[in-house]
Structures are given as C-alpha cells and as structure tokens.
C-alpha cells in the first residue's frame, strides 16, 4: 500500500528566512510525487511534480524538490520564504496518470507559519 | 492551464436533505474524477473514483448510498450527499488528471444543520 508521511505538522519560520518541508512516501512501483498548498478554506493548488527525470525540481512561487530514491523522500525547499507562503502544504505520492489517471495518497500536510 | 471548477464553495443544508457538488473540466476531457473528504486540520481521503460511463468505485468504509457519484459526460461529475447529517458536514474536494498532473477543484465546504 502506498503512503506518506510528513513529519512536521506546524513549522513557523521568519520571513527571509530558508525553508524545507519533509516527505517520506512508500510506494512499490517508480513513484509520482507531488506538492501541493492550500490556503484556509481553498482548494489545491500544485506547486510541483516529479515524474522522471532530473530529481532536482524547479516549481512555482520559487519552490523546488528532490527526490532522493534512496531515502524514500521528496523534502520541499525555498531559499527565502515571503508572508504570502503561510498555507497548508500537501506531500502526495501517486502511480502513473497514463490511462485515465490513478489515486493520490496524501500525507496529513505542514502548516506553514510565517512571522514577520 | 487545466481548470476544474467546483460548485457550490458552499452550502447550508438542514440534516435530512440531500445536497449536490459538481465539478466540471473547463477545456478538457476528464474520462476519471477523484472525489475527496477532507476534516479539519486533517489530510485528503479518497472517497470514490467515478468513471465517465460507468460505476463508480468507492474506497473501503464509504457508503455508496449516501455519496451518490455520477460521471454523465466526459466533463461533468457529480457527488450527491443523500440525507445529510451533521457528521457529513466537510470539505469535499474533486479532483481530475488532465494528463500531466491532477487539477483540484476550489472545494466545497458542506455544512449540515
């Protein structure tokens, strides 16, 4: 069975400040993994994906990830984080979208905070 | 991008009730839509899979006469919540692989009084 794990549940960082979010997933097959944020009462919205490929992960809002295989993990990171990233973040781990798509496994998420 | 829009964000029913959340791809086709239930400070939990002519398949532990899915067209899916009762007030989300990722609806916060 596929699964995911994120450690932290509250992080609060200071503005400027680095980032990183962690993931651990299980999963039998080559994975699909994927952030997403959700601000308070909002729906998802992707920050990145990784399929194959470069394991270094370029997203939006100036986010990336990296999938280390070895580790079982895709940890999330910002060099410097703005006001506006306070959310909720997503680790989802998935198989293959080919076909009609296949289920995503959540992780219980991060909750971002952010002081100024 | 690939837009799935979801409606109503929210709604107010009285326990007994059966309320209807659609969600529909805007410009593409979704041949499968994921439905979820998300509780307060928790995680996403797959509730069904609904599939564009055919049965919906539900996870272990959801009822499947309660949550009513149906996937009419290949742009259309809805979820109905039959009887509702204040324990099935939550936020339900959908969900739909436009082939290179999955795009979520907004939610809809359900609320049963």
């Known amino acids: 069975a596929q699964s995911v794990t994120q450690p932290d549940i509250h992080i609060t960082v200071s503005e400027g400040a680095s980032l990183e979010l962690r993931c651990n997933y299980s999963y039998g097959a080559t994975p699909y993994l994927f952030w997403y944020v959700q601000s308070p009462g909002q729906g998802l919205q992707l920050l990145l994906k990784y399929f194959s490929g470069d394991t270094l992960v370029q997203g939006i809002k100036g986010f990336e990830a990296e999938f280390k295989r070895s580790q079982s993990s895709f940890n999330l990171r910002k060099p410097s984080v703005h006001w506006s990233d306070a959310a909720e973040y997503f680790c989802a781990v998935g198989g293959s979208i080919t076909g009609g798509g296949n289920k995503l496994t959540f992780g219980t998420g991060t909750q971002l905070k952010v002081e100024l | 991008g690939a837009v799935v829009s979801q409606h109503p964000s929210r709604v107010i029913c009285k326990s007994g009730t059966s309320v209807k959340i659609e969600c529909r791809s805007l410009?593409?086709?979704?041949?499968?839509m994921f439905w979820y239930r998300q509780f307060p400070k928790k995680s996403l939990m797959l509730m069904a899979t609904s599939n564009e002519g055919s049965k919906a398949t539900y996870e272990q532990g959801v009822e499947k006469d309660k949550f009513l899915i149906n996937h009419a067209s290949l742009t259309l899916s809805t979820l109905t919540v039959t009887s509702a009762h204040p324990e099935d007030s939550s936020f339900y989300i959908c969900?739909?692989?436009?082939?290179?990722?999955?795009?979520f609806g907004s939610g809809t916060r359900l609320t049963v009084v």
């Open positions: 969900s739909a692989p436009p082939g290179d990722g999955y795009t």
């Open positions: 410009d593409f086709q979704a041949t499968t």
